[in-house]
């Protein structure tokens, strides 16, 4: 592929979208060839892993949707991404569809002989149709967009659909016969789910107009106007068979309701119960009368008119694979020296002669001629994001020497270094104009994570500009050569219906902040956003990037546009590029090595680096008398115990008996429990030295990082473990693996074909300890992942249950969070989860971090304790500040949904179920969306409060977390042979969890944490 897109003429390159796509869901993508099969075994026995096959029976769905065959004698509904028929009376469902399409949203043609829907198997939601029997599916639509919510007229001549074709989503009709497409709304703003009225003259759809949101009617002139309005979310408009009115769904004040509205003014009326939990879908008419529509799990039956209610029963069989493969393993007892692979930010001298990086910690400089880094800075802070000044007598990094990140500048011939700006909030990616007097730069922006200030500073005034705001993950900024124009790699939505899309380059003028997107590949992403370009060349002529993971550079004019096609310089995987001041060179990471490559005659230099560490392994003995002792299986505590360390490991748990040699803890009246295990935070080296000693001083001793810069975060993983900085055990992946389209700054898009390759090659030379696939990833690419994942004898994890839990994802992040669809198979608007995901859970034995704290936890807390702030560890590491940020986000988020705090609960309900019937439950919070540590406690603190006990939520955060991550060999209890990583408390947990927050010391591989040293500030 890379070949001959190097090939291909600037013209073709931008109709890349409309060919390559269309090519690739043929080639890669293989569809259903009998798609009645659909739950055939697709794992069976591969690459030489057992599998043991599990048998479930599903009863409920959700957020299923339905529709009823013409004759009324079929339903035809989706769950977990699948398309079954149903006979009208219930009973057993039948697949009409494979398992790995995510097909949704079905509907009948008017003759009954097939179903339209909407499906992924190509990485994009495309409009498909399958028989009433099925076989295999007819893709009706194509190319890069998605197309969605599929809709037959009445003569079975069209289909209506929403698409983002068009910049925004909008409404379109196909012509079956033809396969001519029609654009039939175009204002700026959203229009989905339509709909076409009985007699086929007018179409309903639900807009989000800001001149008037509701649902709109076009009639056969199209004409436009607006039929109703409600502070709600409307969802599925449907005409009545007969009369001019609508039925639609309507989620207001914290109900999702069923209603029905009559055209032209009037009536309109609930038909659900308040109390329901009605699926944003649309209705059946089985008559003038009656309907079925999709509520509480199940397909349910009303008349006009009568309240009462009937259920339509259906099973669904399923088989799942428990995999079973050769874990890694992790040598925790090593004292080897090895080699530095957290190489965070190389960037080259404009001489070429040296390159500036972060590593352990600290500053470090690698010179020409010399595999030997000096190291220029030894403290115990962190510097990153070095830039040189284009004369190559400075450079600019960012410090957290006085608490944030601030940015320095630092003289290369004295080493003197200045504080130039001392600011409010941390400073990330400095970059130096060309004449070296101002520097850009990004700022935090304290009310939203993710969110930047792009800032100029005028070096001679200290004079700060904003460039550009607010700015989600951009990349580092570059300057063009007369400092008249920066550009950055910035997220570009393909709709604001739905947050994901492209990155490209983003050009914007210093002079009077306008901007421009512009891309080299229509519709494709660059590489992850944060220092992998674009890079200006220092003469002006060309910008420096990675985009499919290898190295490229397109012709710019002096205003950054682009003179022609893009070329491939790299075959290999090539990430953070910098240029040398000539021009003719650049500087870049290969993997795990640093390379120079010629853009004159391609040439490709080795830089070797010998840079090395070891783990910090303590000796001696030390002995723990533990008044009480929580192992992290059992119920009750052993009491009056010693503990006996001998170097990192725990020797013997024995009877307490005076005089042992080593040093004494003496917590005899206090309880000592297994370290806890953080299972979902993304953290940056931007948060500074005091991150490490955070997760400590909350009894954190395990961290599991599922997505972020690999060298950022194996530079931290590093430092830890050296003990160059204090904190816990890291479990990594790096960039989060994703579809053609990506949100996150960390995601790594396009990875079809041989990126994809590049990615995984860069899993196994990283030593990643596991690889987490997002939401826009197709299937049949993740089952890719979780093959080569396992070979390797790492986990995979993902947003997914199914059927990604048939082919052997090992975990699932949060209850529900970001979908594609743009609602979850996991929850329902009303935070419910039904038995099929209960059963699919427990049954698959799936591990899943629900971050109950980010999706409610927290603020609940905020609501409803009135001492959640008073803990020492708050004190030491958050401001008053906070406070009024937690309580002012409780209050919005209650103020948006006034039924926020009645239905968090439900959350809490589901998590207790899949405790209380064996499943696998780990806590997480996904910080820093919400605050590190802090919110680790109130996820603690939900689960106790949602019914689950102390016990089982302290061995979810100990044993079955160590299970998830595949180290319960070494970790998660407290027993002989077993990690030294403990922490003593003030109190009984088992009793009282909050009693975890009376941290007194923590011990680490044997290392002893005191608590007032973990929360003093590093000087």
Not at 15 to 35: D, E
Not at 306 to 318: L, N, Q
Not at 432 to 448: E, H, M, N, R
Not at 666 to 684: W, Y
Request: with cysteine.
């Amino acid at each position: 592929m890379m070949n001959k897109l190097n090939a291909y003429s600037f013209n073709v390159l931008n109709s890349f979208s409309k060919k390559y796509f269309k090519t690739l869901s043929l080639i890669l993508f293989v569809l259903p060839l009998n798609a009645a099969l659909a739950d055939a075994d697709i794992s069976g026995t591969r690459h030489g892993f057992t599998l043991d096959s599990v048998k479930v029976k599903l009863t409920e769905g959700t957020n299923i949707a339905l529709t009823l065959s013409p004759d009324k004698k079929t339903i035809v509904m989706d769950l977990q991404g699948t398309i079954y028929s149903v006979p009208f009376s219930g009973g057993q469902a039948k697949p009409l569809t494979d398992p790995m399409g995510d097909c949704r949203q079905p509907v009948f043609s008017p003759d009954g002989s097939k179903i339209a829907f909407q499906a992924f198997w190509d990485g994009n939601f495309h409009i498909y149709t399958v028989g009433l029997n099925g076989g295999s599916p007819v893709q009706l639509t194509s190319g890069v967009f998605d197309d969605r919510e599929p809709c037959y007229s009445p003569d079975g001549k069209k289909m209506v659909f929403s698409s983002d074709r068009s910049g925004n989503y909008d409404v379109w009709e196909l012509d079956l016969a033809s396969g001519e497409l029609t654009q039939l709304t175009k204002d700026a703003a959203n229009d989905f789910f339509p709909s076409y009225s009985a007699d086929g003259s007018q179409i309903a759809y639900v807009s989000e107009r800001t001149s008037g949101p509701g649902i709109y009617i076009m009639d056969s002139k199209g004409k436009e106007k607006l039929f109703l309005t409600s502070k709600g979310k409307l969802s599925s408009p449907v005409w009545h068979p007969k009369e001019q009115k609508i039925i639609f769904n309507n989620f207001d004040q914290g109900k999702s309701l069923l209603d029905i509205a009559k055209v032209g003014g009037g009536d309109w009326e609930t038909l659900s119960e308040n109390t329901e939990d009605v699926f944003p879908f649309k209705v059946a008419w089985i008559s003038e009368t009656e309907y079925l529509y999709t509520s509480d799990g199940l397909i349910k039956k009303r008349k006009l008119g009568d309240k009462s209610v009937s259920t339509i029963p259906f099973e669904v069989g399923m088989s799942l694979s428990h995999d079973k493969y050769k874990l890694k393993v992790h040598d925790f007892n090593s004292v080897a020296t090895n080699k530095v692979k957290g190489i965070r930010g190389p960037v080259v001298s404009p001489d070429g002669n040296s390159i500036a990086f972060t590593a352990l910690g600290d500053m470090w400089l690698l010179k020409k001629g010399s595999d030997k880094p000096v190291q220029l800075t030894n403290d115990s802070f962190i510097e990153i994001d070095p830039a040189w000044s284009a004369d190559g007598k400075q450079l600019a990094y960012v410090c957290d020497r006085k608490g944030n990140m601030d940015l320095y500048v630092r003289d290369m011939a004295t080493g003197a270094e200045k504080l130039v700006l001392n600011a409010t909030d941390n400073i990330t990616f400095p970059s130096f104009s060309a004449d070296g007097s101002k520097i850009a730069y990004y700022q935090k922006d304290p009310a939203a994570f993710g969110r930047y200030f792009l800032k100029m500073l005028e070096l001679s005034s200290n004079k700060e500009t904003i460039l550009y705001a607010p700015l989600f993950d951009g990349s580092q900024p570059s300057w063009s050569a007369d400092g008249k124009f920066v550009v950055i790699s910035a997220l570009q939505p393909f709709s604001s219906r739905y947050r994901e899309g492209v990155s490209k380059f983003l050009v914007i003028s210093t002079v009077d902040k306008t901007f421009k997107f512009i891309t080299p590949i229509n519709e494709k992403t660059l590489s992850t956003r944060g220092k992998n370009g674009p890079y200006w060349s220092p003469d002006g002529t060309k910008f420096a990037f990675s985009m499919d993971g290898v190295l490229w550079t397109v012709a710019v004019d002096k205003e950054g546009n682009l003179l022609n096609a893009p070329r491939r310089l790299t075959n290999e995987l090539a990430e953070n590029p910098s240029w040398t001041g000539d021009s003719k060179s650049i500087v870049y990471m290969a993997t795990d090595i640093i390379k120079k490559i010629s853009l004159a005659d391609g040439s490709v230099t080795t830089l070797p680096i010998n840079l090395t560490y070891k783990i910090k392994q303590p000796t001696g003995q030390v002995v723990v008398h533990a008044g009480k002792l929580f192992n992290g299986r059992s119920k009750e505590y052993l009491t009056n115990v010693d503990v006996i360390i001998v170097g990192n490991r725990i020797q013997k748990i024995e009877p307490h008996k005076a005089g042992r040699a080593g040093k004494i803890i003496d917590a005899s009246k206090q309880t000592v429990i297994p370290g806890l295990i953080e299972m979902h935070t993304h953290q940056t080296a931007a948060a500074g030295e005091q991150l490490g000693r955070l997760w400590l001083g909350y009894g954190i001793t395990t961290i599991r990082e599922p997505g972020g810069d690999p060298y950022d975060v194996i530079e931290r993983k590093e430092s830890w473990a050296s003990g160059r900085r204090a904190g816990p055990r890291n479990f990594y992946t790096g960039g989060i693996l994703d579809g053609s389209r990506i949100y996150y700054g960390m995601n790594v898009g396009n990875v079809a074909g041989a990126q994809l390759d590049l990615e995984l090659e860069k899993a196994k030379r990283l030593g990643y300890d596991m690889m987490k696939t997002y939401v826009r990833m197709p299937d049949a690419m993740q089952q890719r992942v979780t093959i080569f994942a396992h070979n390797l004898g790492i986990p995979v994890s993902s947003h997914e249950i199914y059927p990604a839990m048939k082919y052997g994802v090992d975990a699932v992040e949060h209850m529900g969070a970001t979908s594609r669809r743009g609602y979850s198979p996991k929850l329902s608007a009303l935070n419910n989860s039904y038995q099929d995901v209960v059963e699919l859970l427990v049954k698959s034995g799936m591990n899943i971090t629900p971050t109950a704290s980010l999706q409610g936890g927290l603020p609940m807390l905020v609501q409803k304790d009135p001492d959640f702030f008073d803990n020492k560890q708050f004190k030491a590491f958050y401001s008053e500040d906070a406070i009024g940020e937690l309580k002012n986000m409780t209050s919005l988020r209650i103020k948006n949904n006034p039924a926020f705090l009645s239905s968090f609960g439900n959350i809490q309900k589901t998590a207790k179920a899949m405790i209380d019937q064996g499943g696998h439950v780990t806590p997480g919070t996904d910080s820093p969306i919400i605050q590190p540590g802090l919110s680790y406690h109130a996820e603690l603190q939900s689960w106790v409060d949602g019914g689950i006990s102390p016990f089982e939520t302290l061995r979810s955060a100990t044993l079955f977390s160590a299970e998830a991550l595949g180290v319960s060999k070494d970790l998660g209890t407290l027993e002989t042979g077993k990690l030294a990583d403990l922490v003593i408390i003030e109190g009984d947990p088992l009793k009282n969890i909050k009693d975890v927050l009376n941290v007194n010391t923590v011990i680490r591989n044997g290392e002893i944490f005191p608590i007032d040293g973990l929360l003093k500030k590093a000087n």
